[in-house]
């Protein structure tokens, strides 16, 4: 244990808050608040450590505040954080996603305050496996000084945690072909309603284990993941895509090499069934489009961001080089024309 007792502060009193309070008290006295009521039995205090349940108030004037809440609560948890600050407090998040809670808290908290955005690769399931040591945790420095970094680094170290130091931007690219994606195929086994059987193979009980840890969490963390993560909406297109070319590949093995009827009729059916998912694409563009503008006239920003729209237009091209497609001013016409939709509507 360190020499200085720190005192801890845990906002967000859910699965992980839970295990985090009860971790950091060995380190010093912890303070919890959470919006919602909490039965002080279902958080295990080891003996002799302190853990108490605060108005949040009282929770902010700890010298280090752990954000464990869901990703879309980052922002309203901030905005009320924000004016009951002391300068010297220590803000970390612990999302699963970094850019996100990165430019919120960098926004709205004190110009001066220390920040740190941290992901524990790990959980009360992990945890209970497999113990602490050893497990994973992505530390990315924001606004902080290497003084004020070391406080956090050494209860980590101190806990025997694999400490990786990286960016928020680089730990969402990679985290968008790992959690995100193993998070993705554990829901769609869920939904296959796969089960033990009699007659199956090591192959098929691995997948059984992914489902059965992937589904202790909650549907809210996953949403999360796949909506806050910038990378994970290519990751579920390129799956996507993967899978179509599966497909692609089992129908051209088991047809005949020579053209018939049975052919002509099956490549029309496909047509019909891209263009249907391509009609689906584009309804589901326009939705999130109107959000967006919904949200722009809400803080009353310019409907149109020509920095934005530079940056989207130099992303078409990347994209679609990537995809071999060579019809590149054609297609960048059609999403533009998408682009100018939603601000008409918009108008309205």
Known sequence: MPSTEIKFGVIGCGRFGKLWAQTLSAFGSVAVFDKNPIDPASLV?????????????????????????????????????????????????????????????????????????????????????????????????????????????????????????????????????????????????ADLDLNNQEISTPDYESLLRIN??????????????????????????????????????????????????????LWRSMIEQLDHEIIQLIAHRLNVGKRVQEYKKMRDLPVTDPEREKELDKNYEIWMRELGISAVEPVKNVLKLLMKEVKSQNQK
């Open 45 to 189: 205090v080891p003996a002799g450590q302190t853990i108490q349940f605060l108005p949040l108030e009282q929770v902010a004037t700890a010298s280090m505040i752990f954000l464990c809440v869901p990703i879309s609560e980052i922002d309203p948890v901030c905005r009320e954080l924000a004016p009951l600050l002391s300068p010297g407090t220590i803000v970390v998040d612990t999302c699963s996603v970094k850019v996100y809670p990165a430019k919120v808290m960098q926004a709205i908290l004190p110009k001066n305050q220390p920040l740190i955005a941290t992901h524990p690769l790990f959980g009360p399931d992990s945890v209970a496996r497999l113990g602490t040591p050893g497990r994973k945790i992505v530390v990315c420095p924001l606004r902080v000084s290497t003084v004020e970094q070391d406080q956090l680094l050494s209860i980590l170290k101190e806990l025997q945690l694999h400490i990786i130091e990286t960016t928020a931007d680089n730990h969402d690219r990679q985290m968008a072909r790992s959690q995100s994606l193993v998070h993705l195929l554990g829901r769609v086994f």
């Open 212 to 265: 059965s840890f992937v589904n202790n969490d909650t549907w809210q963390l996953f949403f999360d993941m796949q909506c806050y993560n910038p990378y994970t909406p290519l990751m579920r297109l390129t799956l996507r895509q993967s899978l179509d070319n599966l497909e692609e590949k089992i129908r051209v093995e088991s047809e005949t090499k020579a053209p018939d009827d049975g052919t002509f009729f």
